[in-house]
């Protein structure tokens, strides 16, 4: 699994609210234009056995700056008009943060917790749990 963030102009990242979605175009023009980021449209990893699994995703990007990059890729998916990152570094919050500031949208964790720019977490007053996390 995994906790994954998205930057979203919904007010809650897992509610469909007309007009508030990425879009694709969106995020492809953005990954176009900033110096820092690659598309790719596939991830590529080998699992602990040995395996290679390949994902494929129209509008998956790495982002190529990413400072610890040793440690692996800092993969940005567009996903139902979101971008999603799963398990982000602080690094990697903070270039979302940079992204959310474009798209005039912000960056939300699972659970609805806001990441703004003054600090690493602030729980959303007006955010609740989706139904199927209340315990």
Same mark, same amino acid.
């Given at each position: 699994?995994?906790?994954? +963030? ?21 995020? +492809?023009? !953005?990954? $176009?234009? =900033?110096?820092?980021?690659? +598309?790719?449209?596939?991830?590529? @990893? ?13 509008? +998956?990007?790495? #982002?190529?700056? !990413?400072?610890?990059? @040793?440690?692996? @890729?800092? #993969? ?6 979101? /971008?999603?990152?799963? =398990?982000?570094? $602080? %690094? /990697? ?6 992204? @959310? ?11 609805? $917790?806001? !990441? ?13 749990? %989706?139904?199927?996390?209340? #315990?």
């Amino acid at each position: 699994m995994g906790y994954d +963030l998205h930057i979203t102009r919904r007010s809650n990242w897992f509610e469909k609210e007309p007009g508030k979605d990425i879009g694709l175009n969106e995020w +492809l023009v !953005y990954v $176009e234009g =900033d110096p820092e980021m690659r +598309l790719d449209d596939q991830a590529t @990893a080998t699992t602990n056995n040995g395996k290679t699994l390949t994902v494929h995703s129209r509008g +998956l990007s790495v #982002w190529t700056k !990413y400072p610890e990059s @040793a440690a692996g @890729a800092a #993969w940005f998916d567009h996903s139902d008009g979101r /971008i999603v990152v799963k =398990d982000p570094t $602080e %690094p /990697i919050i903070q270039k979302m943060r940079e992204i @959310a500031k474009h798209f005039d949208a912000r960056v939300q964790g699972d659970e609805g $917790e806001l !990441y703004d720019s003054d600090t690493t977490l602030k729980k959303s007053p007006s955010s609740k749990k %989706p139904w199927w996390k209340v #315990w």
